[in-house]
């Protein structure tokens, strides 16, 4: 099995930045790719941005490119989520994921592991 903890939300003006960070524990050989998506309530789980095992490979949404950045440590087997530039419409609570194979996925059903998420609040 592998755990996934999140930390690094908040509250922060529209304009400024966070850095979320995710620590994958248990089992890290199973961890290949890995993402972040966010949720607003009552709306679906929408993908944000994903990396490959290897670190080499991202993909991001078209909503946070140029102002989102996914990087990850593999010694440290976290992945981190670089937030510039925030809008207010990216207010959600943001879920750090991780996946057995090694390639990013854009579909939460992809991703086996999941973390309690962490809220993230952007005031106008």
């Known amino acids: 099995q592998v755990q996934l903890v999140e930390s690094g939300g908040g509250l922060v003006q529209a304009g400024g930045s966070l850095r979320l960070s995710c620590a994958a524990s248990?089992?890290?050989?199973?961890?290949?790719?890995m993402g972040w998506f966010r949720q607003v309530l009552g709306k679906e789980r929408e993908f944000v941005a994903a990396?490959?095992?290897?670190?080499?490979?991202?993909r991001y949404a078209d909503s946070v490119k140029a102002r989102f950045t996914i990087s990850r440590d593999t010694a440290k087997n976290t992945v981190y989520l670089q937030m510039n530039t925030l809008k207010p419409e990216d207010t959600a609570v943001y879920y750090c994921?991780?996946?057995?194979?090694?390639?990013?996925?854009?579909?939460?059903?992809?991703?086996?592991?999941w973390g309690q998420g962490t809220q993230v609040t952007v005031s106008s």
């Open positions: 990396i490959t095992r290897s670190g080499g490979g991202t």
């Open positions: 248990g089992r890290p050989l199973d961890v290949g790719a």
């Open positions: 994921a991780a996946r057995g194979d090694y390639g990013v996925a854009l579909s939460h059903p992809n991703y086996d592991y």
